[in-house]
């Protein structure tokens, strides 16, 4: 009885142990791969600092795509710009695709993207859709930044202050913001 009941206990405390570690090793890949891809984009906005004397603009104000595309046409001086399909669209990717649309167009700035892993880039809106963003009669892919977890990476300055280094963050295992496992450029 000892034997059987040993047999019948074991295999699933081993399967357990083996899932634990499994999990732990996910999120401490994922989360580098994360904290990489905060550096590279906190390296890019330096670059971009120092081409254009001003950082990108964050559109974390704007509530849908014309104000997206009002603000970007007039912080990085295009005579028109215009985002399809706006709709659905959901404000909390706002920042993430202003800061790629941004960083792309400065030519310091497109070797550091370059070096983002492409399963963090995404053109697509919550149905699934390819977005574009026409800057001047040209099309670009309005591409989201996203974290390991598919979260957009959310880029910001701290007290709305744009003469302030932009933070750069993940929301981390847990998809939520300002919580304790965020992954953060800087400490602002």
């Known amino acids: 009885m000892v034997e059987m009941l040993v047999a019948v206990v074991i295999p699933p405390l081993l399967v357990a ?13 994922k989360t580098s791969l994360a904290q990489g891809t ?15 004397k001003s950082y990108p603009p ?21 005579s028109s710009v215009s985002i399809a399909p706006a709709t659905p669209f959901d404000p ?8 790629y649309f941004a960083l792309n167009r400065t030519p310091p700035c497109k070797a550091i993207l370059a070096k983002i892993d492409n399963s963090l880039l995404s ?6 859709i390819d977005m574009t963003i026409t800057a001047d009669g ?34 981390g295992p847990d998809m939520l913001f300002r919580t304790a496992d965020d992954i953060v450029n800087r400490k602002n």
């Open 123 to 128: 053109n697509k809106n919550a149905n699934d």
């Open 138 to 171: 040209k099309d670009y892919p309005y591409t989201r930044i996203i974290d390991p977890w598919k979260t957009a990476i959310k880029y910001s300055f701290p007290n709305n202050d744009a003469n302030n280094f932009p933070k750069i963050e993940s929301a």
């Open 17 to 29: 142990g083996i899932f634990s570690v499994s999990n732990k090793i996910s999120v401490g890949t």
């Open 38 to 52: 905060i550096a590279l984009l906190d390296s890019a906005a330096e670059q971009y600092y120092d081409y254009w």
């Open 58 to 78: 964050d559109c974390n104000s704007c509530l849908d795509a014309a104000a997206v595309a009002a603000e970007l046409e007039t912080r990085l001086g295009f």
């Open 92 to 99: 909390n990717y706002a920042s993430s695709p202003a800061l």
